[in-house]
């Protein structure tokens, strides 16, 4: 299961309330993006949570795909958000109150960690396979990232 799908929206019930409606925990599943980000649903949402949504849908959902939100790179930014938080040296917890903060979202920290080890595991991956192929930049550019995630 994708890290993605370990991501919520933090206060779900208080949104879904707002909104007089169910909708899923996921924010990144398909319901949420579709319920969230409608002009009309966006709305009803106090102040402070369309702050949120908003700063989410202007980092995240900015694509010019055809079927955006659904097109996957929504999925590819937040993953590069997390990466980019564990190279400027977060760990797991602190990555979590981040997005917190940042998007009103929460995730579990043994997820995050799982992710992160999963993350360095197949740039090591990379390297070897770039080592073997002598594809010298490809293996040192792994390096370097694969050294930067596990400071």
Known sequence: MAITDKIYLKNHRQIASQLETSIP???????????LFQGENLAQLNETTQERVLEFATDFLDCDCQSNPHCGHPEEKF????L???????GPDAIVDVMG??????AYSGDVLSFLDDSVRTLEAVESLADVD????????????RRQLSR
């Open 25 to 35: 925990k996921s924010v990144f599943s398909g319901a949420t993006l579709d319920l």
């Open 84 to 90: 980019g938080l564990r190279e400027q040296g977060l």
């Open 134 to 145: 002598e594809r010298t930049e490809a293996a040192d550019s792994a390096r370097t990232k």
């Open 101 to 106: 903060d940042d998007y009103m979202l929460y």
């Open 79 to 82: 993953i590069r958000y997390l």
